[in-house]
């Protein structure tokens, strides 16, 4: 049984719930196999999730990045009921494809990353895997309160890219999802509007080309996947939001 984990935050998961988990639905994945975690959020915060759309909406208090979602299945692991998760970023979409080519995969599978190169940390773990890294997954909980210590915790989690898939030297960039670099198979977000030309995709659209920060957005034809990616190459600081 696969279910569908998804790294958020509290600061722009209100932009990125909308059009991912609309697309997620689009593609016939169940809303009670959708697991959006938003990190993040402390007993300070004041936040009422407005889940309209009845997914597994769940707030946590660290910020994790990439594996933030996988944090929390670390955490609830004898409560989900799974064999494999597919982890993603927010900062995607899929199409409607996407379902059936993500479930083509060997039950007996221990991970499959995204792509036969570094895959953002996105891809397929089994249950074993988090079972096996259950530990550092549960010391990754950091809670950043400054952007100095922002910037830091996000250089860890690029320096330590796949830092999961690479514990599978057998499996990892051998057994993927998609033959395509991602990123190289670049689409402009204009090109963008014409593939999601309806609400709430249009809007999403609209606030990543007035956000300032100027994203590249790939796609993945094996698994009909759109990946919308900030950072593709060291810099001054790492660029953190939609």
Request: one cysteine or more.
């Amino acid at each position: 049984m696969i279910k569908y984990f998804i790294s958020s935050h509290k600061q722009y998961y209100t932009s990125t719930y909308l059009p991912l988990v609309t697309s997620l639905l689009e593609a016939g994945i169940s809303s009670e196999d959708i697991y959006m975690i938003v990190g993040g959020c402390t007993d300070n915060d004041d936040i009422s999730f407005d889940n309209k759309l009845k997914i597994n909406l769940e707030p946590a208090p660290y910020n994790s990045f990439d594996l933030t979602a996988l944090v929390y299945a670390a955490l609830n692991l004898e409560t989900i009921d799974f064999t494999h998760i597919f982890l993603m970023h927010d900062t995607c979409l899929v199409g409607p494809n996407f379902k059936t080519l993500v479930e083509n995969y060997n039950p007996n599978s221990l991970i499959k990353t995204l792509r036969p190169a570094l895959s953002m940390n996105i891809g397929l773990y089994s249950k074993q895997s988090i079972q096996r890294d259950i530990k550092f997954l549960q010391d990754i909980q950091f809670n950043p309160t400054t952007p100095e210590q922002l910037q830091q915790v996000k250089e860890f989690f690029v320096v330590n890219e796949d830092i999961i898939f690479r514990q599978y030297p057998n499996e990892c960039y051998k057994n993927y999802y998609t033959k395509g670099v991602i990123d190289t198979n670049a689409l402009t977000l204009d090109q963008l509007h014409t593939i999601f030309d309806k609400d709430p995709y249009t809007s999403y659209i609209n606030q990543m080309q007035t956000s300032g920060i100027n994203r590249v957005a790939g796609y993945g034809p094996d698994l009909d996947f759109y990946k919308f990616q900030a950072n593709t190459g060291w810099g001054n600081g790492w660029k953190i939001g939609i």
